[in-house]
């Protein structure tokens, strides 16, 4: 198997990183780097759990490979917060209870902040139901998530 | 201590494990990596009933980075189950369904294990294989467990060939009565396989230190995998210790041994440390998924719709092993009973095995399987009565000291302001309020599980308290509830609490996160606690003000003498200094309550530990044309007794109906000749934000005698009435009864087009 050395830019850092070409980035943050906080599960772009932010934009890194995200920039969920500050959207799911078992917390919270950059709204419960359903959460009925992004998303507007 | 004003309990305080969660920190299972772990993968049948007539894996052993191969012939001949010990780690002679665990490879990667899968010959000898559980019921029936003879097993069960249980509870005459009665209903019904749908997939990772063993995994009960262990291994309890370092996602589903055997075998031949995490294919064809049920139900009624007699029968498909289905198959028992006065009572549940998925315990296990049936059998009595259905309900719901079906007395009973609360939320005098909507409604009970629990405090010097618990943090905030209860009972603030982890080695033994127990149970246990560590705080603090500790008092995080304060930091401080610092232990247990045996035969759980009462009701529309389902509005009346946490309460019910909207309208696993259709998480259909409405929570506070402060059991019922809910406003907005799950649109499409030609 063919490995390449490569530069990553994940939450404003600079990693060098031995990638096999096959590698995706999800193996990469959790296996290489440690960066535990985006999760596994279905390894298939269906359940969401897995999604970073790549220049902004929601993807699932499970089925994206290493390699494409050269040259690129990565957010992951630990890189929201800036040192103790909360991201709005972290504080407002702490404070909604949106969070229960929390394995989809991050993609979920990444998925509505990529939402919230590319739709500036105002925004119905109906749209922002549209635009977490690519994460799904299981214990909560999505109530109180879609509750925590709504007040994110009127604190955004003029 | 209930004399002071409640600042920390009844409060919407944050959890206290949130900050973790939203910043990816928080620990779970998925995310152990140990120095040179190995990644493990299970070979699995492809056959639904074969005989193993030859297993090759030497060729999978040879392969660079392969590790160790395990199969059974590396195994002690023990075999586990929760009721029946049916089920072996990895097969022995045969394969009893097509995802059936053969062998287990650890390699230096997952590619590499996986590439071995592959490298495995097996040749099967076809055996017939059964998949329709009244098939397996007949006398010349293929048995798919030759000698289950032989199995050790409860001892209340009644076993007999595919028959892993038969339970009864029988009462009065209902053959008189319904000869006496002015009509009898009867009425069929099916509900089909669901997965829990946990977004972590089951995951272990095994390491062993010599002769002890170290799991790391996320499983609801440490306790009973540390058990299961033992037994599979033949090695002692005390030499396993098995960790949870945080679970992503249960719901039942994860009560059982799921992957920690086969890290544990793994990692002991390769004499590393092994990771076995599930794909979600194999979730959803190996894994402990609802069992899927007919259920018959029979009732005589007055003119008045009085039910005078009921006979029901509930058939249980374990599927390849019995799980835990002769508890869920004798529950449904009580859930077929229903929270209805009924004075004659004939009712029959039977567990059987078939050559499928082996099911385990979703979330109030046979509770939407006996509450569908139920419930739709009311509504279409009261249709043809031509009494409303809420009335009907009404007629005939239980009151306060009346007996349940095993002939226990019931107290704080609730049933009636739930259905009320409901309905007047939903607006329930406009049932059909435009062509093609509806509104429904579906009410039930179910039980508080007992079980003991044991809880340590330890006071710090800087005044604040660490809880120790066996149980885990599922994820509904019950530790967080529990906790709350501690601070309260020795005025800290939540913030005040820490929670430790769950380690089967150093925690106080807990019955599990299961059965909507654990903010009851724990948090009965933390009030003993605190009744002990307040004792043993008074003593200290009683000598160093030389008086008397009965004189003393707790208020505002300090002991109290007279006019003289003693802050909580400074008694950790002098605890520590002077005797190892102050640990205080509580437990709790609830013992059945009593009951009349000779209602009950073969029942496993004939009486349920704090009942609680539910009802749920929901306005929706129906496409003519396609059968599309929207739901309009959705209400929730729940009695939880007290709300310790109103907000985390509201988040079970949320989540709860969510998935039993799931289960009512669109998730299944389908099966066509013993292979899983859909094994996959875009053709297994869970509910995403699009699909679940906003729910309306009614928290109905009817204070138990035995929960704290009166709470009641939360997690599981939510999930219960849904079907039902959904199936009888459906048939309000069109006429239509549907009387299988899932509730699809085709089902509905169908019956429009038939009614209409």
Known sequence: MSKATVELLINGERHSVDVEHHWTLLYVLRNVLGLTGTKENCLEAECGVCTVLLDGAAVASCILLALQCVGRSITTIEGLAHGDQLHPLQQAFIEHGSVQCGYCIPGMILTAKSYLDENPGPHTDSEIREGLAGTLCRCTGYQKIVDAVAQVARERQP | ?757
């Open chain 2, 1 to 757: 201590m209930t004399h002071h004003q409640k600042r920390v309990i009844g409060q919407r305080l944050a959890r206290i494990d949130g900050l973790g969660k939203v910043t990816g920190r928080a620990g779970y299972a998925a995310d152990i990596v140990l120095p040179g772990m190995l990644f493990g993968r299970i070979f699995r049948s492809t056959v639904p009933h074969a005989l193993i007539r030859r297993l090759d894996v030497s060729r999978a052993l040879s392969l660079p980075g392969v590790r160790a191969v395990v199969t059974a012939a590396d195994l002690p001949n023990a075999r586990y189950g929760q009721a029946v010990k049916d089920t072996p780690v990895l097969a022995t002679d045969r394969v009893q369904f097509v995802g059936h665990p053969v062998a287990a490879i650890a390699a230096t990667s997952l590619e590499i294990a996986e590439a071995a899968l592959s490298a495995i010959e097996v040749e099967y000898e076809p055996l017939p294989a059964v998949f329709d559980p009244e098939q397996a019921l007949a006398p010349d029936s293929v048995l798919i467990h030759p000698q289950w003879q032989s199995y050790d097993a409860l001892p209340v069960l009644a076993r007999e060939r595919n028959v892993s249980s038969r339970a009864s509870m029988r009462l009065g005459d209902v053959e008189r009565a319904f000869a006496e009665a002015y009509r009898v209903y009867e009425h069929h019904f099916t509900t089909q396989i669901v997965h829990a749908g946990y977004t972590e997939p089951r995951v272990a990772v095994a390491r062993w230190d010599g002769a002890s063993l170290t799991v790391w995994c996320n499983t609801q009960l440490p306790f009973d995998i540390q058990q299961t262990l033992a037994g599979v291994l033949e090695m002692p309890a005390a030499n396993i210790r098995v960790q949870v370092p945080g679970i992503g996602g249960g719901f039942g589903g994860k009560l059982r041994v799921g992957v920690e055997h086969f890290a544990a075998v793994l990692a002991r031949k390769a004499g590393r440390p092994v990771k076995v995490m599930s794909s979600s294919e194999e979730e959803l064809i190996a894994a402990n998924p609802r069992q899927p049920a007919k259920v018959s139900v029979k009732s005589g009624v007055t003119r008045d719709g009085i039910i005078l007699a009921k006979q029901g029968r509930v058939l249980v498909d374990t599927g390849a092993f019995a799980g835990s289905g002769p508890g869920t198959a004798a529950i449904a028992l009580q859930i077929l009973a229903g929270p209805y006065r009924t004075p004659n009572l004939l009712l029959e549940s039977i567990a059987v095995y078939t050559n499928k998925v082996p099911t385990g315990s979703f979330r109030a296990p046979s509770g939407p399987i006996g509450n569908f049936a139920l419930e739709q059998h009311m509504d279409r009595i009261a249709e043809d009565l031509g009494i409303d259905p809420l009335e009907l309900r009404l007629r005939n719901v239980i009151s306060e000291g009346d007996l349940g079906p095993a002939g226990e007395p019931l107290t704080s009973v609730s049933i009636r302001e739930c259905l009320q609360r409901a309905a007047d939320a939903i607006g329930w005098s406009d049932r059909r309020p435009a062509r093609g909507r509806g509104k429904g409604l579906a009410c039930g009970w179910w039980m508080t599980t007992g079980g003991s629990s044991g809880v340590f405090v330890k006071l710090t010097p800087e005044g604040r308290v660490v809880l120790t618990s066996g149980a885990v943090e599922l994820g509904t905030a019950a530790l967080t509830g529990a906790a709350q209860i501690l601070a309260e009972e020795l005025t800290l603030d939540l913030d005040d609490v820490t929670i430790s982890g769950v380690d089967t080695q150093t925690s106080p033994f807990d019955y599990g996160a299961q059965g909507s127990r654990t903010m009851f149970s724990v948090g009965n246990a933390c009030r003993k606690a605190a009744e002990d560590l307040r004792a043993q705080i008074f003593a200290l603090a009683a000598k160093h003000f030389g008086v008397a500790p009965e004189t003393l008092s707790l208020a505002d995080k300090h002991v109290v003498s007279g006019n003289h304060r003693l802050s909580l930091a400074e008694v950790g401080q002098i605890a520590q200094a002077s005797g190892g610092g102050l640990i205080a232990r509580g437990v709790t247990n609830s013992p059945p309550a009593p009951h009349d045996p000779a209602r009950v035969k073969n029942h496993p759980l004939p009486v349920w530990n704090t009942p609680t009462f539910h009802a749920h009701a929901v306005d929706l529309s129906v496409d003519e044309g396609t059968g599309e389902i929207t739901i309009n509005r959705y209400v929730v009346a729940q009695d939880v007794g007290f709300a310790v946490n109103p907000t985390y309460i509201e988040g079970q019910i949320e989540g709860g109906v969510a998935q039993g909207l799931g289960q009512a309208m669109s998730e299944e696993i389908v099966y066509r000749d013993g292979h899983v259709l859909n094994a996959n998480l875009t053709d297994y259909k869970m509910p995403t934000a699009v699909d679940v409405p906003r729910i309306e929570s009614i928290l109905v506070e009817c204070p138990s005698r035995d929960g704290p402060y009166g709470a009641k059991g939360v997690g599981e019922p939510p999930c219960i009435e849904p079907p039902a809910a959904i199936a009888n406003a459906v048939a309000a907005a069109t006429g239509i009864w549907i009387d299988s799950l899932p509730i699809t649109a085709e089902k509905i499409a169908l019956g429009q087009r038939k009614r209409a030609s």
